[in-house]
């Protein structure tokens, strides 16, 4: 049968090719769903529960976002029907729904978060990220007074799995997300070219008997996972120390205080992502250490992720500005650094730390535009 967060993930590389954690991020999104609020481990400052909010940041078609967002509703609502959610229109709506879920567990899958995050930041939405954040957090209860009734849920499991492009992630978010906690609660997946996997038209036969094999899998784990009050999940002690080691390694290694803000959520997700990583490797739930394997494994997928994700969330405290700055380049074809000066109405050093900023992330090259001239000019060379 094989560790079943690779038996996923290889499903879903079946059906496209796109960013090779693209799939990996999917197929733990997946197990998430699946596993509900029953496994979980236990801290000193808290209790982690596996639920995860992905999200994925590419380009429009090539990434192949909505086919992965497909494939993984596929799999959890053949395997799990119940826990898929709707309505996310209202916080309202959404808190009503919740409490109709079994055991308050909700699933949501929403292609184009930046559309999403817009309506947000509307007067009749101010509350929804607030209680999006707690329900993350799988608060023990959340009460909120509708206009006809009042609604308690108590200890909700939500998992959330979105997509959108680099430049409406830049417009979409702010930049005090990442201060409120909003942002970094997303295990961010952003698209890199070099990273894509290679498809082959698969037997379509083969490729559905894999399938049904793969949601016996899944159905197997979420009944063994009914019979049971909870599985509660322990660091193995070389597992702890790596753990350890790695926290004060990243936090020494931060430069900035929005990288504090993100990496420290982020060693949360580590934790969720060894919980799933122990259940993965051993569905029958006897095992509940988390082995130095799983933590390596999910310590590898997040500073991965992490590194990717930073290059756009570096990009906020300089937004709107830098996505005025690339638009300005962008019309432009090829501007010189003189006239690309006299239109953005910045200051010189002001300009030069956003371009270096663009050229690092490989959006903008510097060219020369006349050999008789000393002058940089800028071009676009890859969308966001």
Not at 27 to 51: E, H, W
């Given at each position: 049968?094989?560790?079943?967060?690779?038996?996923?993930?290889?499903?879903?590389?079946?059906?496209?090719?796109?960013?090779?954690?693209?799939?990996?991020?999917?197929?733990?999104?997946?197990?998430?769903?699946?596993?509900?609020?029953?496994?979980?481990?236990?801290?000193?400052?808290?209790?982690?529960?596996?639920?995860?909010?992905?999200?994925?940041?590419?380009?429009s078609s090539i990434s192949h976002k909505s086919?992965?967002?497909?494939?993984?509703?596929?799999?959890?609502?053949?395997?799990?029907?119940?826990?898929?959610?709707?309505?996310?229109?209202?916080?309202?709506?959404?808190?009503?729904?919740?409490?109709?879920?079994?055991?308050?567990?909700?699933?949501?899958?929403?292609?184009?978060?930046?559309?999403?995050?817009?309506?947000?930041?509307?007067?009749?939405?101010?509350?929804?990220?607030?209680?999006?954040?707690?329900?993350?957090?799988?608060?023990?209860?959340?009460?909120?007074?509708?206009?006809?009734?009042?609604?308690?849920?108590?200890?909700?499991?939500?998992?959330?799995?979105?997509?959108?492009?680099?430049?409406?992630?830049?417009?979409?978010?702010?930049?005090?997300?990442?201060?409120?906690?909003?942002?970094?609660?997303?295990?961010?997946?952003?698209?890199?070219?070099?990273?894509?996997?290679?498809?082959?038209?698969?037997?379509?036969?083969?490729?559905?008997?894999?399938?049904?094999?793969?949601?016996?899998?899944?159905?197997?784990?979420?009944?063994?996972?009914?019979?049971?009050?909870?599985?509660?999940?322990?660091?193995?002690?070389?597992?702890?120390?790596?753990?350890?080691?790695?926290?004060?390694?990243?936090?020494?290694?931060?430069?900035?205080?929005?990288?504090?803000?993100?990496?420290?959520?982020?060693?949360?997700?580590?934790?969720?992502?060894?919980?799933?990583?122990?259940?993965?490797?051993?569905?029958?739930?006897?095992?509940?250490?988390?082995?130095?394997?799983?933590?390596?494994?999910?310590?590898?997928?997040?500073?991965?992720?992490?590194?990717?994700?930073?290059?756009?969330?570096?990009?906020?405290?300089?937004?709107?500005?830098?996505?005025?700055?690339?638009?300005?380049?962008?019309?432009?074809?090829?501007?010189?650094?003189?006239?690309?000066?006299?239109?953005?109405r910045l200051l010189n050093n002001e300009l030069?730390?956003?371009?270096?900023?663009?050229?690092?992330?490989?959006?903008?090259?510097?060219?020369?535009?006349?050999?008789?001239?000393?002058?940089?000019?800028?071009?676009?060379?890859?969308?966001?």
């Amino acid at each position: 049968m094989g560790n079943l967060l690779e038996n996923i993930e290889n499903h879903i590389k079946k059906t496209t090719y796109s960013d090779a954690y693209f799939m990996k991020s999917a197929a733990y999104f997946v197990l998430s769903s699946i596993v509900g609020r029953k496994a979980f481990i236990r801290k000193s400052y808290a209790t982690i529960y596996p639920n995860l909010w992905v999200l994925l940041i590419g380009p429009s078609s090539i990434s192949h976002k909505s086919t992965i967002l497909d494939q993984a509703t596929d799999l959890i609502y053949n395997s799990h029907p119940s826990v898929i959610m709707a309505n996310m229109s209202t916080p309202e709506g959404l808190i009503q729904e919740l409490s109709e879920q079994p055991d308050n567990h909700g699933v949501m899958v929403k292609d184009e978060f930046g559309g999403i995050l817009a309506n947000m930041n509307r007067e009749y939405m101010n509350n929804m990220k607030d209680l999006l954040m707690e329900l993350y957090d799988s608060a023990r209860k959340i009460k909120r007074r509708l206009r006809s009734e009042t609604i308690e849920i108590h200890t909700p499991y939500v998992t959330w799995l979105t997509a959108t492009t680099p430049a409406r992630f830049l417009t979409a978010f702010k930049y005090d997300d990442i201060y409120t906690g909003f942002l970094n609660r997303f295990v961010i997946c952003n698209y890199k070219p070099d990273r894509v996997t290679k498809y082959t038209e698969p037997n379509m036969y083969q490729l559905g008997m894999e399938k049904t094999d793969l949601l016996l899998q899944l159905m197997d784990l979420k009944n063994k996972l009914e019979t049971v009050n909870y599985v509660e999940y322990i660091l193995a002690d070389d597992a702890n120390e790596l753990y350890k080691k790695y926290q004060q390694e990243r936090i020494d290694k931060a430069m900035y205080d929005h990288e504090l803000a993100v990496i420290s959520r982020y060693f949360f997700n580590i934790l969720k992502l060894s919980i799933l990583n122990a259940i993965a490797s051993d569905t029958t739930l006897t095992n509940k250490t988390i082995t130095l394997e799983n933590i390596q494994d999910a310590i590898k997928t997040m500073d991965t992720l992490t590194e990717s994700a930073l290059e756009l969330i570096n990009l906020l405290q300089l937004n709107p500005t830098v996505t005025r700055i690339y638009n300005i380049i962008k019309q432009s074809g090829i501007i010189l650094h003189s006239d690309l000066l006299k239109q953005s109405r910045l200051l010189n050093n002001e300009l030069n730390n956003i371009i270096n900023t663009l050229i690092s992330l490989k959006v903008v090259k510097i060219i020369r535009c006349n050999k008789d001239e000393d002058e940089k000019c800028y071009q676009i060379i890859k969308e966001i």
